[in-house]
């Protein structure tokens, strides 16, 4: 009996050994069925690191392998996410297989990047999306994409195996250029040590990959979104485009919506957009009324039908909005803007409203202008403007006190362009 005693107590040092010094943490039950599932994990991204030459892929294998073995003591749902990643490195079945070069050149899962922060020798990591083709010698856009507050991205392993589990793909847009998904060290609004997360995941990419330093744009959702704020106030010049997704801009008392804060950026063009049905819309809409105020000459406000979330579509039309601009403006290649970015409609503020409104526009060219506002049933109910203008942005306000409640139409037609706005008028 004292035998097998003495055994059970020295498990744990032995499973710790086989690890380099690092334990996990299951308890006396199944831990070397744990510890054989993460060695064979790690065994298997050797030999693929081993035996490929692609140095997104060599670097993808040696990061995870980084992260896990950062881990002092893993967790059992750590190793049972490990063995799911496993899983899906594995299955064959899997036509998006995560052992498989062309699952990440295809752009359906993400490179990992890790690396060891100087700052406090933590070790972090970011997903990676690849251009569509890409050559490594040539350069190319980075979009660093700002991530919403998640529980699991707390995690380092969970975030890790977000989308290296079985069956599981990323929605991809942004295909001219890298896309950069920093950790930011989980959910920490992009401040202190999660700001600089970012700037270490970008100064990591950019040691191995060629960028274009005049095309980087930083975007982000709901906490990332804040994070854009957070971050571009200190570095408007590092970026070509802003885009807020639904920013949680309240948080911390609004801090940064205000006319010190947006001055900072108003020489950046900036694309804001949120669900009609989000409770982030107001804070959203302040933003672009202060932008607007501050003289921004490139921006851009939208809505979509919806509440809280990210529709890739939405993400499509941002993305085709902020890569017209470069930080040349309008453009740092020379090319002429997009259509869009030069017309102009943005959405009326507030929205809803009672009974007043403000409506601006933009257009590049001397144009004859037509803003008009329809009701459901398609009948005019008020022209704003149909004269000749000069190019500029202008601002119209709109009274509905003679109107019921309900849902309306704003339409400008300048040249060729036109466009229509929809807006709630609530008594």
């Given at each position: ?243 807020v997704f639904a920013g949680a801009l309240w948080y911390d008392g609004s801090k940064y919506l205000n006319a010190q804060t947006v001055q900072k950026i108003k020489d950046v063009p900036v694309y804001i957009v949120c669900g009609d049905y989000d409770g982030l ?26 509440g809280h979330e990210a529709p890739l579509l939405q993400w499509q039309n941002m993305y085709h909005w902020v890569k017209a601009f470069g930080n040349e403006r309008p453009n740092a ?95």
């Amino acid at each position: 009996m004292k035998k097998i005693l003495l055994t059970i107590c020295f498990l744990p040092v032995f499973i710790s050994s086989l690890n380099g010094g690092r334990q996990i943490n299951e308890g006396y039950r199944t831990p070397v069925t744990a510890q054989d599932t993460v060695l064979a994990f790690i065994s298997l991204l050797q030999d693929l690191s081993s035996a490929t030459s692609h140095v997104l892929f060599q670097r993808h294998c040696t990061s995870i392998i980084n992260v896990i073995q950062s881990r002092n003591m893993l967790s059992a749902s750590e190793v049972s996410l490990l063995k799911s990643m496993s899983t899906a490195f594995t299955d064959t079945t899997d036509a998006w297989n995560a052992g498989q070069l062309s699952s990440y050149l295809a752009r359906r899962r993400p490179f990992i990047i890790s690396w060891r922060s100087p700052t406090d020798s933590a070790v972090s990591l970011a997903w990676l999306l690849p251009p569509e083709q890409w050559n490594p010698d040539q350069t190319y856009p980075l979009y660093v994409r700002l991530h919403g507050l998640n529980t699991p991205y707390a995690n380092p392993v969970e975030y890790l195996s977000f989308y290296l589990t079985p069956g599981v793909q990323i929605q991809s847009t942004f295909e001219d250029g890298f896309t950069l998904y920093p950790w930011g060290r989980g959910n920490l609004w992009f401040e202190g040590i999660s700001e600089t997360d970012v700037w270490e995941s970008i100064e990591n990419l950019e040691s191995f990959v060629k960028i274009d330093p005049a095309r980087k744009y930083l975007l982000g959702f709901s906490m990332g979104g804040y994070g854009v704020l957070a971050l571009s106030q200190k570095s408007a010049g590092q970026w070509a485009a802003l885009g807020v997704f639904a920013g949680a801009l309240w948080y911390d008392g609004s801090k940064y919506l205000n006319a010190q804060t947006v001055q900072k950026i108003k020489d950046v063009p900036v694309y804001i957009v949120c669900g009609d049905y989000d409770g982030l819309l107001n804070n959203n809409q302040t933003l672009y009324r202060l932008l607007l105020e501050a003289g921004d000459q490139h921006l851009y406000f939208t809505t979509f039908a919806g509440g809280h979330e990210a529709p890739l579509l939405q993400w499509q039309n941002m993305y085709h909005w902020v890569k017209a601009f470069g930080n040349e403006r309008p453009n740092a290649v020379g090319n002429p803007p997009a259509a869009e970015s030069r017309f102009q409609l943005h959405a009326n503020y507030p929205n809803p409203f009672n009974p007043e409104t403000v409506i601006g526009y933009q257009i590049p060219i001397r144009s004859h202008v037509e803003l008009k506002i329809f009701d459901v049933l398609e009948r005019e109910v008020a022209v704003l403007v149909n004269k000749v203008q000069d190019a500029g942005m202008y601002k119209v306000e709109f009274n509905g006190r003679y109107l019921s409640s309900g849902i309306y139409f704003c339409h400008i037609q300048a040249g060729e362009y036109h466009k229509t706005n929809k807006m709630l008028f609530v008594k």
